[in-house]
Each structure stands twice: as structure tokens, then as C-alpha cells.
């Protein structure tokens, strides 16, 4: 799953960033990179939904698939990163920009501790 992930990250940078600090705005390029991450969110979900043990029975669903998260995740990554490189160490973006990529990976943390736990459950597309 992890090379998912890297995989989301480096499309989210072509995206947002570009090679070179010049983002191609080339529509086919656009949506070649949004196919993409469908196909690579939609392999996350196949692999955990083969892997990880449903509990559907009690369990609250939760609004989004692993695979969108670690999406989402992906692409606060890049942005965090990016301001890194970029901002001043004081600009309030910067630390607005990890403050938001912890949080999520917070929540990610505790999705994956409560589907575990039979707490929650995923929808199924």
C-alpha cells in the first residue's frame, strides 16, 4: 500500500507543483493524472477490502474509502512539503500547511484503529 501512496503523492506533485516549479496545465495531462489516482485510490480499496476484516454488524460507516484518504493525505503531503521549500520558517501557511497533514494523519490513525476494532466500517463502492 505504500507504493500507492508514493504513487498518489508523485501525481499530487506533477498537479500542484509541476517538475521544474511549472505545473502542465495541458488538459490530456490533467486528466490523465485525475485517471490515475482514481485507478490507484480504487486499488487501495480493493486491497483493503481483501485484507482487513469487515465488522458491518454495529459498526458506524464511515463517509470515505481508505483509498480517499490516503489520497487526501497524499496531497497535504505535497502541499506541507512544498511550503517547506518555499515560505518562510514563520509564515503562518507553513505551519498551517503540517498542522493540517498532522491532523489527518491523526484521523487516519484512528480510522484504522476503529475499523479494527469492528468500530467502524467502510462504504462499498
Known amino acids: 500500500m505504500l507504493w500507492f501512496a508514493r504513487d498518489l503523492a508523485v501525481l499530487h506533485e506533477r498537479r500542484l507543483v509541476g517538475r521544474g516549479g511549472s505545473v502542465d496545465t495541458d488538459p490530456m495531462v490533467v486528466l490523465e493524472i485525475e485517471r490515475r489516482r482514481v485507478e490507484l485510490v480504487m486499488a487501495i480499496d480493493d486491497w483493503v477490502a481483501r485484507s482487513v476484516p469487515q465488522h458491518r454488524l454495529g459498526a458506524t460507516l464511515h463517509t470515505e474509502t481508505v ?59
Open 67 to 125: 483509498g480517499a484518504v490516503i489520497d487526501r493525505l497524499a496531497e497535504s503531503s505535497v502541499r506541507a512539503h512544498h511550503a517547506l521549500m518555499t515560505l518562510d520558517a514563520h509564515d503562518e501557511r507553513l505551519h498551517g500547511a503540517w498542522h493540517h497533514l498532522a491532523e489527518l494523519a491523526d484521523a487516519y490513525d484512528d480510522l484504522v484503529r476503529d475499523i479494527l476494532a469492528g468500530r467502524r466500517r467502510l462504504p462499498e463502492w
